[in-house]
């Protein structure tokens, strides 16, 4: 894939990553961990999206902090309790998806600590069974932290002020 940042030349990557939110930063730093040359285009000044702004907490079961609390969940239990969320909404879910969110949830928060970060709780978040709410600390400004440290300790291209509006995709 090529990108002209900032109607400069074009410049080669094999992962070009459009956002320098949480999500983009976890996933241009897993593609360049994974050998990609990355690319990582935010249009504004600063990295941090809407996770900048969030509440920093993330959802998950079968944690080590509700082990150490005593707490016995699983991701089957979590999978259950999402629809709660839904409410007369529930059979619009991507049941896939979800799937794929509390089977792999308790892995994310263990690699998002092993960046450095430090999570309270687990607290109660009803509609949820069981406390499953861990809060990132001291802010959600905390994973914009980490995640951009180590994009770019694995070698990720970050540019800011870099809009992406016609991607060219070479075969």
């Known amino acids: 894939m090529t990108a002209a940042a900032n109607a400069g030349p074009a410049i080669e990557a094999d992962v070009i990553v459009v956002g320098g939110g949480g999500a983009g930063l976890a996933c241009a730093v897993t593609a360049a961990g994974n050998g990609a040359k990355t ?23 079968n944690t080590r902090f509700q082990k150490k609390k005593g707490i016995r969940d699983t991701p089957d239990e979590h999978f259950e309790d999402m629809a709660l969320f839904c409410g007369p ?14 089977d792999n949830v308790p892995d994310t928060l263990e690699w998002l600590m092993s960046l450095g970060m430090r999570f309270f709780g687990p607290m109660p978040e009803p509609p949820h069974r069981k406390p499953r709410m861990h ?6 400004r905390s994973y914009i ?9 694995v070698g990720v291209d970050i540019r800011q002020n870099a809009r992406a509006e016609k991607p060219l995709l070479d075969n």
Do not use: F, Q
Request: aromatic share 4%; net charge positive; no cysteine.
């Open 39 to 61: 690319m990582l285009l935010e249009k504004n000044p600063k990295l941090g999206g809407t996770t900048w702004l969030s509440i920093g907490s993330i959802t998950a079961a």
């Open 89 to 102: 909404d529930a059979h619009k879910d991507n049941l896939e998806l979800r799937r794929i969110l509390v």
């Open 135 to 140: 809060n990132v600390l001291p802010n959600s």
């Open 145 to 153: 932290y980490h995640l951009s440290r180590e994009a770019k300790r």
